[in-house]
């Protein structure tokens, strides 16, 4: 535990210094013949309606170590994988997905000085056991893993280590987990319900949350003071683009991977609210014409902005510092509203997280507590929880019917299910919410923005 405590707290410093890194390459299937005595490295083609094309991947990730060797056992995995995307058994998302695990796992292998193959005989003292320690000291202890997110990263781990023994990539003498037997119930395509019999490990993380006092993804409101004070710290310290994605966040709770999506046209084709003249409604969800914004599930919907961040947001639209970066960019990532400093999107290839962002927050995160202005473990989910923590109490202190809220807030979020919203109505309801959110939800201060 104190292995893992000096981890959290001290040796996250390395992520500003050096780290394990992930690239994404194209990926061209290659096959190896021998002719005249010589190997020779021929291109695969498969047949399309257009003719004949190379087996192209694009976007296949690869790991290296912070000194900058590459992960090889881990980069070969990829490629395996990828001739199972070319044959359609796999989506290139899912191997991202799994890379970004092994990415984490990597880091607290390195951070630990522990090497990845490494099983003495005592099982405490193994590398994935003491891994599992350390993802269940985040969800529980500091808060920083949701339940479900701790899970993924030691199934995606695993399935790697499951992958090395059956190619025999390390000692056959090595134990890396113990395999447990299980029986999955299934029901068919009939209706009848069969059991199935599966191999599961030891190291397996239950996906339970053992709190009640979380919203959707794990995540826990913050007081309208804590708010304010983070918007004051990322405006001081912060870059303008982390500074307006906080705001966003934090007034129309849209998550970082709709916010990074958002579109020119987006914010141009916003609809003012017919009776509150000072809120706008932004249409966001992968079948808006023109302007597609990324949504969880891909859900259409429009989400509430105050007319006066718009109005800041379609400043910093047209202003010198966005348009140098829309220079930089690829064509089809021109509309962007946010690109970063090379004319990148913010967002991780092929998903709804963002590396540059969580890297920004956390450094903010340290800003705070060398100023005095600690702002505990925040992560920009909280902007979401916040926002619908708060509406909540000010619709009811309003005395709108619970029906009304749910129904509202549903839409807001862009939630598939109502069971999902209204797991803010009893965190609310539940909690004296009076000591912890001043008065009701109000307006961001807004601060004067430098776009040049």
Not at 5 to 27: D, N, P, S
Request: glycine share 6%; charged share 25%; aromatic share 12%.
């Amino acid at each position: 535990m104190q292995e893992t405590k000096k981890f959290l707290e001290v040796g996250w410093l390395f992520w500003l210094v050096e780290m394990a890194r992930i690239e994404f390459i194209k990926f061209v299937d290659k096959e190896l013949n021998v002719e005249a005595g010589g190997v020779v490295e021929r291109s695969v083609y498969v047949k399309t309606t257009s003719g004949f094309k190379e087996r192209i991947v694009e976007n296949l990730p690869q790991l290296y170590w912070k000194d900058g060797t590459p992960w090889r056992e881990a980069n070969l995995w990829a490629v395996e994988r990828a001739r199972k995307i070319l044959s359609r058994n796999i989506k290139i998302f899912t191997i991202q997905n799994d890379f970004y695990s092994l990415l984490h796992y990597m880091n607290f292998l390195e951070e630990s000085e522990i090497r990845w193959w490494f099983f003495p005989e005592r099982k405490s003292e193994r590398c994935l056991y003491l891994y599992r320690g350390y993802l269940i000291a985040c969800r529980d202890e500091y808060r920083i893993l949701a339940p479900s997110t701790a899970t993924a990263r030691m199934n995606d781990v695993c399935k790697f280590y499951c992958w090395v023994m059956k190619k025999q990539l390390i000692n056959s003498d090595a134990v890396p987990y113990e395999e447990i037997p299980a029986s999955l119930k299934i029901i068919n395509t009939y209706g009848l319900l069969r059991t199935v019999d599966v191999m599961s490990s030891d190291l397996r993380i239950p996906n339970v949350s053992r709190e009640r006092d979380k919203l959707e993804d794990g995540a826990v409101p913050v007081s309208e003071g804590m708010r304010d004070r983070i918007l004051d710290l990322a405006h001081r310290f912060s870059s303008v683009e982390i500074y307006l994605m906080l705001l966003l966040g934090f007034t129309t709770g849209m998550r970082i991977g709709s916010i990074c999506d958002l579109k020119r046209l987006t914010l141009i084709n916003a609809v003012r609210d017919v009776k509150q003249g000072s809120y706008h409604y932004l249409k966001v969800g992968p079948s808006i014409a023109n302007a597609p914004v990324a949504t969880k599930g891909n859900v259409d919907g429009e989400v509430i902005i105050p007319s006066d961040i718009l109005e800041v947001l379609k400043q910093y639209l047209s202003s010198p510092r966005r348009l140098k970066r829309v220079a930089k960019a690829d064509p089809a990532d021109k509309d962007l509203l946010f690109l970063n400093y090379n004319g990148k999107p913010y967002t991780r290839l092929g998903g709804n997280r963002s590396s540059v962002v969580n890297l920004e927050i956390f450094k903010l995160r340290k800003m705070s507590k060398l100023c005095g202005e600690d702002v505990g473990d925040f992560n920009f989910h909280q902007t979401r929880a916040t926002f619908g923590t708060l509406f909540v109490f000010g619709a009811m202190k309003d005395g709108a019917n619970l029906n009304f809220i749910l129904s509202t807030l549903k839409g807001l979020l862009l939630h598939k299910h109502e069971r999902t919203t209204m797991l803010y109505i009893k965190f609310v309801q539940s909690h004296s919410v009076k000591e912890k959110w001043a008065n009701r939800y109000t307006e961001c201060t807004l601060r004067d923005v430098d776009f040049k």
